[in-house]
């Protein structure tokens, strides 16, 4: 009735692993693509003295793998080097601990957007995006570091004034010490007439006005260290932060899309037909500051300006437009009251500001009027379905809702690991129809192959 179970029976050859992967499994086009990659930067790191290192191309395949698969601890990693078929296949029946793949994570992956960028030309390759009409959001994520650390700009500024009054109270309480120095001294005083008192009571008052300064004098010194202390964690907390997390001092309080206040980073994406062109990593929560720096990131990582940039309110303000504008980039982006001042002008009900700043109204009479004509909803249309999708990509189905590493340069180490196995899959799943509908490219045609795909 049932087929034979033995969990015990021996095999005369060990099987092939390759053989037990599917055919068309994302780890068969990470493997190929990392073993066609250049990391002659980061063989170049390591030093020819000491026991041979593990290859870094192995190294890289787990994560970037672990990624896709949602396991990103070091730990977890290690445990599936020695559990997961496919694990075991990429890393060679090899198994590095988990501080091996821990330090090189950290020490290894310093120039880690070069092998972004390598994806991304494979994307390009593929014809699977370009640069032109670019859509950009932000979301915040979690940082790992606890609420309970986070220190305030408001309470700094409250620490300050407290320290400040504590001092003065302190040069109040000396100046009153001195006063009792002259009642006990008069005009006359041991260094001035060599008089030697005799008078115990005197003496004995004079040592411990003298105690009392001195303490006095050591408060003062702490407060002024306290200050200093204060004047440091402003400086780390910038002009453009209201806190900071003494855990992670790069993460800022903010609210989370989820409607929780929690220690975290603006993470801004660049994309096009779901596919991630650009990344960055921010402190500041205020999506209007970051446009440029995204912009930026985007053409450091393509080598190209878009044409067309579209985005929500959030970064509708006069210096984007202004910008945008300089750069000769077309905007499609609503400002704040873009959807009220519709409905008001639909109804006739619009009416000018007492004093309009004339060059942001020039911006929003531009914008009012391309978001109504038919190619501009089909771009805010295009933005929801380029971007959206891929923020729900990385949050819901890769579980990045919290970094786990700490400091802003290894979050955005981290981010770069998930967009890159963002754009695997996008990949995957561009090659399946490209082969379908039988496009001949070079690239597509050996791609497909290592997935098992044939052309139609």
């Not at 986070?150 to 500024?157: D, H, S, V, W």
């Not at 003298?210 to 910038?238: F, G, N, V, W």
């Not at 989820?258 to 500041?284: C, T």
Request: charged share 35%; hydrophobic share 30%.
């Amino acid at each position: 009735m049932f087929k034979q179970y033995n969990q015990n029976q021996l095999q005369l050859l060990p099987p092939n692993l390759s053989d037990i992967i599917n055919k068309d499994h994302i780890a068969r086009l990470i493997n190929h693509s990392v073993d066609k990659m250049d990391l002659s930067f980061i063989e170049d790191k390591y030093s020819t003295n000491g026991q041979r290192a593990y290859d870094p191309r192995m190294i890289l395949k787990i994560l970037v793998y672990g990624y896709v698969s949602g396991s990103r601890s070091s730990r977890k990693l290690s445990d599936r080097l020695k559990e997961d078929v496919v694990f075991m296949w990429l890393s060679g029946r090899q198994e590095p601990d988990f501080r091996t793949i821990s330090d090189f994570r950290k020490d290894k992956l310093g120039d880690f957007k070069k092998i972004f960028e390598q994806v991304l030309e494979t994307c390009f390759a593929l014809g699977l995006t370009r640069v032109g009409k670019v859509s950009i959001d932000g979301t915040k994520i979690q940082a790992n570091a606890s609420k309970n650390k986070a220190i305030y700009r408001k309470q700094l500024a409250q620490r300050k004034e407290f320290i400040k009054q504590k001092v003065s109270d302190i040069i109040k309480e000396a100046e009153e010490l001195d006063k009792q120095e002259d009642e006990l001294y008069g005009n006359s005083t041991p260094n001035r007439t060599g008089k030697v008192f005799n008078d115990k009571e005197i003496e004995q008052a004079m040592k411990k006005i003298e105690k009392q300064k001195e303490k006095l004098e050591k408060q003062k010194k702490i407060l002024q260290i306290k200050t200093q202390e204060i004047k440091a964690k402003e400086r780390k907390m910038r002009k453009d932060r209201n806190s900071f997390v003494s855990t992670d001092k790069d993460a800022t309080v903010m609210m989370m899309k989820e409607g929780y206040i929690a220690p975290g980073y603006n993470v801004q994406l660049a994309s096009k037909k779901q596919i991630i062109l650009g990344y960055g990593v921010h402190s500041d929560r205020n999506d209007s500051h970051l446009l440029k720096p995204t912009l930026k990131e985007l053409e450091a990582r393509t080598k190209r300006k878009p044409e067309i940039v579209i985005a929500d309110k959030g970064y509708g303000n006069k210096m984007n437009y202004r910008y945008l504008k300089k750069e000769k980039i077309t905007s499609f982006i609503p400002y704040n009251t873009y959807d009220q001042d519709r409905i008001l002008i639909k109804n006739k009900l619009y009416e000018r500001p007492n004093k309009p700043d004339r060059e942001l109204e020039r911006y929003k009479l531009t914008q009012l009027v391309r978001l109504q004509t038919e190619e501009g909803k089909q771009m805010l249309k295009r933005r929801r379905e380029d971007i959206e999708p891929v923020l729900g990509n990385l949050k819901r189905n890769l579980g990045f809702r919290r970094f786990n590493l700490r400091g802003k340069w290894k979050c955005e180490l981290e981010l770069g690991l998930f967009s890159i196995a963002h754009n695997f899959k996008k990949m995957q799943n561009g090659l399946k129809r490209l082969i379908e509908y039988g496009n001949d490219n070079l690239k597509v045609i050996e791609l497909g192959t290592v997935l098992g795909y044939s052309l139609a």
